[in-house]
Every structure is written in C-alpha cells, then in structure tokens.
C-alpha cells in the first residue's frame, strides 16, 4: 500500500511563500488525484487543492491565486507552491490518495 510523506512545513511571515512535497513510497500515484487538505486548530480538515493524473487542477475559493499544485508523476511527488501566505493559512496540511492519509506538516505564518 502507498505511503505518503509531506515535508517543507515551516513557520514563515505573511506574505511570504513555502513550497510543500508529498512524496509516495510503496507504490505509485495511479490514476486518482492527489489531493491536500489543510486542517487549522480547532476546525475540521478541508480540501485546499486537486490534482489528476493528467495535471488538471482545482483549488479552494481561498487559495486561488495564491497557491498552485503541481506533480512530477517520475519522482511520484506532487508539490503545493503558496505564495502570498496569510495568517489564516496556518494549519497542518495533509496530502491524500486513494484512501490513504499522510501524516502531515506544520505551516504557521505569523503576523
């Protein structure tokens, strides 16, 4: 079964950026898409971003133009580029896929 493992959480000023990595081990992202979640304290987990085998994209109304999915299906990893980083999108983000959860990193962006 596939193992999913996010690094590049860090704490960072707003306004600034960090790029996220979710990379899968034991298998290989196949044909559903990769989703991350972000879940911030004391809220429930929400969607942030899609994306499919194909590289089509979705994003929270909330991120929109600020952060971008991408994968490199070679080196089985898809990546969560935030720019322009808000207080509010500090959370632990968690990289999904067929089922399985990853452990998720820690984003905090002070004020």
């Known amino acids: 079964q596939v193992q999913l493992v996010e690094s590049g959480g860090g704490l960072v000023q707003a306004g600034g950026s960090l790029r996220l990595s979710c990379a899968a081990s034991g298998g290989i992202f196949g044909m559903l898409p990769v989703v991350w979640h972000r879940q911030a304290p004391g809220k429930q987990r929400k969607l942030v971003a899609t994306i499919t085998r194909g590289g089509s994209t979705n994003y929270a109304d909330s991120v929109k133009g600020r952060f971008t999915i991408s994968r490199d299906n070679a080196k089985n990893t898809v990546f969560l580029q935030m720019n322009s980083l808000k207080p509010e999108d500090t959370a632990v983000y968690y990289c999904?896929?067929?089922?399985?959860w990853g452990k998720g990193t820690l984003v905090t962006v002070s004020s």
């Open positions: 999904y896929y067929g089922g399985v």
